[in-house]
C-alpha cells in the first residue's frame, strides 16, 4: 500500500527560505535608499529596481552578494 499523499505539498529548500529572509532584511534596512552604508566598516548596500548600463571603472577587491534576483551579463563591443 503506498501511503504518499498525492496532495502533500513539496518539501521546503532551506537555501531558498534563506536567502529570502536575508532579501528582506535588506529591504527593511535600506528603505527607498538605493545606496547606504552600514555600521560595519567597508560594508555598503545597493539596491537596483531595473538593470543598469554598463561602465569601466576600478574598484577596490571586494564580494558582491545577489540576494534577490540575479546578474545580467551584456557584452558590448565598440569598434
Not at 500500500?1 to 527560505?17: D, G, I, R, T
Not at 545606496?35 to 560594508?43: E, V
Request: proline share 9%; charged share 20%.
Amino acid at each position: 500500500m503506498n501511503n504518499v499523499c498525492k496532495n502533500a505539498s513539496a518539501p521546503s529548500n532551506p537555501a531558498n527560505e534563506l536567502r529570502s529572509e536575508f532579501a528582506h532584511k535588506i529591504t527593511v534596512f535600506m528603505g527607498f535608499e538605493e545606496s547606504r552604508a552600514a555600521d560595519i566598516p567597508g560594508l555598503s548596500l545597493h539596491r537596483r529596481i531595473a538593470p543598469t548600463a554598463p561602465c569601466s571603472m576600478t574598484y577596490e577587491p571586494g564580494v558582491i552578494v545577489i540576494a534577490q534576483g540575479r546578474p545580467r551579463r551584456n557584452y558590448f563591443h565598440v569598434w
